[in-house]
C-alpha cells in the first residue's frame, strides 16, 4: 500500500564506474546476499537505460560518484534518467560529504547516497530499501533540502493540498523527512497500518507514486 515502486525479489542492478574490479566484487556480494540479478558498465548511456526499461524486473543503477561531472550534476542526470519513473532507480556511491552533491541529488531525482565509508553490508541494506520505496538519505539532509526549498519557492499554495487532512499533511512532512510508516506511526500515535493508509490516501490525492514524489512535492508546495 505504501509505495508503489520497487520490487526487491525481481531486481538488475546495474553498477556503473571504471573501478571494475570493485564493481564486480560489490556485485559478486550483492548477488550472494540477495540473489539479485547485475551487471557491472563502465559508462553509463541513454541507450542501457533505454534497453533497461523495456525489462519487466525493478531496474537499479549504482553510480560511482568518481565517474560523473557533479559540478554540473542535475544537467547530466536529467540528459539520462526519470525521476517519475517507478520502476527504475538511481543512486551515488563512493560518495565524500564534502562533496555536498547531496542537495542536488535529492532535486534531480537520485534515490540516495552511499559514502565512501558505507559498508557493502550499508549499501546492501539500502539499495533494498530503496527498492521498496525509500529514500536513503540521513533526515539531516532531507530537513536541509526541504528547509532551502522552502526559503526560495512560491509561498502560495498548492490546490492539492487543500484536499488534504491535517493528518495526512502531518504524514507527508514526516515522510519528505525521510521517517518510515513505523517512525510516522510512533510520531504521530497512531498504528502502523493507519499511518500507511493515509501515505496512500495522500498518494492518491496529490498523483504520486512514492516517496521521492511525496517529498519533491511537500518541499516545493507544503
Same mark, same amino acid.
Given at each position: *500500500?505504501?509505495? *508503489? /515502486?520497487?520490487?526487491?525479489?525481481?531486481?538488475?542492478?546495474?553498477?556503473?564506474?571504471?573501478?571494475?574490479? +570493485?564493481?564486480?566484487? =560489490? =556485485?559478486?556480494?550483492?548477488?550472494?546476499?540477495? /540473489?539479485? +540479478?547485475?551487471?557491472?558498465?563502465?559508462?553509463?548511456?541513454?541507450?542501457?537505460?533505454?534497453?533497461?526499461? !523495456?525489462? !519487466?524486473?525493478? +531496474?537499479?543503477?549504482?553510480?560511482?560518484?568518481?565517474?560523473?561531472?557533479?559540478?554540473?550534476?542535475?544537467?547530466?542526470?536529467?540528459?539520462?534518467?526519470?525521476?517519475?519513473?517507478?520502476?527504475?532507480? *538511481?543512486?551515488?556511491?563512493?560518495?565524500?560529504?564534502? *562533496?555536498?552533491?547531496?542537495?542536488?541529488?535529492?532535486?534531480?531525482?537520485?534515490? /540516495?547516497?552511499?559514502?565512501?565509508?558505507?559498508?557493502?553490508?550499508?549499501?546492501?541494506?539500502?539499495?533494498? !530499501?530503496?527498492?521498496?520505496?525509500?529514500?536513503?538519505?540521513?533526515?539531516?539532509?532531507?530537513?536541509?533540502?526541504?528547509?532551502?526549498?522552502?526559503?526560495?519557492?512560491?509561498?502560495?499554495?498548492?490546490?492539492?493540498?487543500?484536499?488534504?487532512?491535517?493528518?495526512?499533511?502531518?504524514?507527508?512532512? =514526516?515522510?519528505?523527512?525521510?521517517?518510515?510508516?513505523?517512525?510516522?506511526?510512533?510520531?504521530?500515535?497512531?498504528?502502523? %497500518?493507519?499511518?500507511?493508509? %493515509?501515505?496512500?490516501?495522500?498518494?492518491?490525492?496529490?498523483?504520486?507514486?512514492?516517496?521521492?514524489?511525496?517529498?519533491?512535492? !511537500?518541499?516545493?508546495?507544503?
Amino acid at each position: *500500500m505504501e509505495d *508503489m /515502486g520497487g520490487n526487491t525479489a525481481g531486481a538488475f542492478v546495474h553498477i556503473i564506474g571504471s573501478n571494475m574490479l +570493485q564493481n564486480e566484487l =560489490l =556485485l559478486s556480494y550483492l548477488e550472494k546476499e540477495t /540473489g539479485f +540479478q547485475g551487471a557491472c558498465i563502465s559508462n553509463l548511456t541513454p541507450s542501457i537505460l533505454f534497453k533497461s526499461n !523495456a525489462s !519487466a524486473l525493478s +531496474q537499479f543503477f549504482l553510480v560511482d560518484c568518481n565517474d560523473i561531472n557533479t559540478q554540473n550534476l542535475r544537467t547530466e542526470i536529467a540528459a539520462l534518467f526519470d525521476p517519475n519513473g517507478d520502476s527504475c532507480f *538511481m543512486a551515488f556511491c563512493n560518495v565524500e560529504p564534502e *562533496m555536498e552533491i547531496e542537495m542536488a541529488a535529492v532535486a534531480c531525482g537520485v534515490r /540516495g547516497v552511499f559514502y565512501k565509508s558505507d559498508s557493502p553490508k550499508i549499501i546492501r541494506k539500502g539499495i533494498s !530499501a530503496i527498492l521498496n520505496g525509500d529514500l536513503w538519505y540521513s533526515r539531516k539532509v532531507l530537513n536541509s533540502f526541504l528547509t532551502g526549498q522552502r526559503s526560495s519557492k512560491n509561498k502560495k499554495e498548492h490546490p492539492l493540498l487543500k484536499t488534504l487532512s491535517e493528518r495526512e499533511k502531518e504524514t507527508l512532512e =514526516l515522510i519528505a523527512l525521510g521517517y518510515s510508516s513505523k517512525k510516522i506511526g510512533e510520531k504521530l500515535n497512531i498504528s502502523v %497500518h493507519t499511518a500507511k493508509t %493515509h501515505t496512500y490516501n495522500l498518494y492518491k490525492k496529490l498523483n504520486v507514486n512514492n516517496r521521492l514524489q511525496a517529498t519533491l512535492f !511537500a518541499a516545493k508546495y507544503l
